[in-house]
């Protein structure tokens, strides 16, 4: 089974619809991502967690919300979707290990598409 | 944050070795460098990360030169899998990395 999964894999939804994005990681790490990745573009931070209480935005958060339940899961909400955040949605994992900068792991993503 | 320039694509053959150098002039004492990889329609994947010198794993080498300027990503022997965007990151904070648009390894036969 996957480490890290992402639910759903595909989503086609109407302009101002909410939707959410889910993440579970089976590998006990601490540290979540959400991430977007736009063609040509790379990929975006959106928002990170450190942990349950811990949760911080990244490069591009103004559109998106999070919401860390458990060590485990790290859920992604476009409270009114607009075209422009059709994109692929990536979600990472990487543990709290004092060195260097930790691998993240990443799940398979979700591609988005809001008409 | 160190900015980093690197080739937008990449062409090679099948058993040749590729070198991908990315330039990072401003890069900070305490940064690293790391390389991921990428298939399409896929998350990327850690491949190595380095410091200083040279560091080699089974997948790849990096090297590093005295001035942490710059820094090449060796692979060695490419196969057709091994096309795929490759990203260069530097920094010290996972959550402070940049992945800008890589370069694009195309591989032929």
């Known amino acids: 089974d996957a480490d890290v999964t992402q639910t759903p894999r595909n989503r086609i939804t109407k302009t101002g619809k909410r939707i959410m994005l889910e993440c579970s990681q089976t590998k006990g790490h601490d540290r979540m991502y959400w991430y977007r990745q736009d063609p040509g573009l790379g990929l975006r931070l959106i928002y990170y967690s450190f942990d349950v209480k811990d949760i911080n935005k990244g490069e591009i958060s103004d559109g998106y919300s999070v919401s860390r339940q458990a060590q485990a899961k790290f859920s992604l909400s476009l409270e009114s979707a607009i075209p422009n955040q059709t994109a692929l949605y990536f979600c990472?994992?990487?543990?709290?290990?004092?060195?260097?900068?930790?691998?993240?792991?990443f799940g398979p993503g979700t591609r988005l598409t809001v008409l | 944050l160190a900015k980093t320039t690197q080739p937008i694509s990449m062409d090679s053959y099948e058993g040749q070795e590729v070198n991908i150098t990315c330039s990072h002039n401003?890069?900070?004492?305490?940064?690293?460098i790391t390389w991921y990889q990428q298939f399409p329609s896929q998350g990327p994947r850690f491949i190595i990360q380095g410091y200083k010198t040279k560091v080699t794993n089974e997948v790849a080498s990096l090297f590093i030169p005295a001035d942490r300027k710059s820094s090449t990503l060796s692979l060695p022997r490419v196969s057709l899998s091994d096309t795929a965007v490759y990203y260069c990151l530097v920094g010290r904070d996972d959550y402070k990395l940049s992945f800008g648009a890589g370069t694009t390894v195309t591989v032929r036969a």
């Open positions: 401003n890069i900070a004492t305490n940064d690293y």
């Open positions: 990472a994992t990487s543990d709290r290990v004092g060195r260097a900068i930790n691998e993240q792991f």
